[in-house]
């Protein structure tokens, strides 16, 4: 029990269940069947009137039993919960829009979670979710992803999902923040290297594929959904070709980035040049010594590691 009430219109209700009752029992042996049956059904409608007033069951038949009226009703909980808030106080007056008590089943809990448009084509309905919260180290959660909202928020160009999680041992509290992560369906056929061999300089994205030992060609290319420490590539590179995938970039900026790029794009000319020249004149030979020599690969980039591009 939460709370008891006193209500005019509740003891009003009450007095009119004990007149039909008392009526069904002196009529009851009436030859008139049509008064009967008449008195018999006034009951029924004040007791059915009693129990839309939200009248607990146990308390109509005490009525029934003791034939008198009890002047504060009392309201129980509809169900197992914690109290999250308490809207009345003893000695207050309530209306039909008095919030008395909020009340929460946390046994289940819902975690709602914005998702970005671009990540919206991977998610669906049913993804199993798992979550850690920074105040539970070393547990993660796992529940499912019940709702995606027909809508996007304003500020933040993000779609809201509602995720749902077992909560039996109440570990989850409401509005505690966690991380997510939905376990997407796989695609099928897709090209996947290393998230650390993708440069992102600001105006495009690039990655440097293996060509010899110690040789490698910038390749522009264009990135899809990353996860799990893998980014998926749309364009720029195929299957099996090797990419570096561990390094440590002394390029600042952008500039020099596409410096970089360009020097070593004019070096795999001019070799292509020199292979199919056997042999140049000497006073060619001579101007060529005043020519800047294209800065190596190898003084801005060390790689530790390399990875080859997989079907995944």
């Known amino acids: ?28 042996d009436s030859p008139f069947d049509d008064i009967r049956i008449g008195a018999e059904q006034m009951a029924k409608i004040a007791r059915e009137r009693l129990a839309l007033l939200d009248v607990p069951e146990h308390q109509i038949i005490q009525i029934e039993q003791d034939g008198e ?33 909020m009340l929460a089943d946390l046994s289940k809990v819902w975690v709602f979670a914005d998702v970005y448009e671009s990540e919206l084509p991977w998610v669906n ?23 995606i909202y027909p809508y996007a928020e304003a500020k933040t160009r993000t779609i809201k999902v509602r995720l749902e999680f077992d909560n039996a041992d109440l570990l989850l509290k409401p509005d505690m923040f966690a991380n997510v992560t939905i376990n997407t369906l796989r695609q099928a056929q897709a090209i996947t290297i290393p998230a650390e061999a993708v440069i992102r300089s600001g105006e495009r994205e690039q990655v440097f594929v293996v060509r010899d030992q110690g040789k490698f060609e910038p390749r522009i290319v264009t990135t899809g959904l990353s996860s799990n420490g893998l980014t998926q590539i749309l364009t720029g590179i195929s299957a099996g070709e090797e990419v570096v995938s561990s390094s440590q970039f002394l390029i600042d900026s952008e500039s020099k980035l596409r410096e970089s790029t360009a020097k070593m794009l004019e070096a795999m000319k001019r070799k292509a040049v020199e292979t199919q020249t056997n042999k ?24 530790s590691s390399a990875g080859v591009a997989t079907h995944d």
């Open 280 to 303: 140049l004149p000497e006073d060619e030979m001579k101007d060529m010594n005043n020519v800047p020599i294209p800065v190596q690969l190898e003084a801005f980039i060390t790689a």
């Open 1 to 28: 029990m939460l709370l008891s009430v006193y209500s005019p219109q509740l003891v009003t209700s009450a007095q009119e269940y004990l007149l039909a009752l008392k009526s069904v029992k002196t009529l009851k």
């Open 69 to 101: 009226i009890n002047n504060a009703l009392h309201i129980h909980s509809p169900f197992n919960g914690t109290v999250i808030n308490i809207g009345a106080r003893e000695g207050q007056y309530i209306n039909a829009q008095t919030e008395l008590y």
């Open 125 to 147: 309905e049913g993804d199993r979710v798992e979550m850690t919260l920074i105040g539970i180290p070393g547990k993660v959660f796992t529940g499912t992803l019940a709702y």
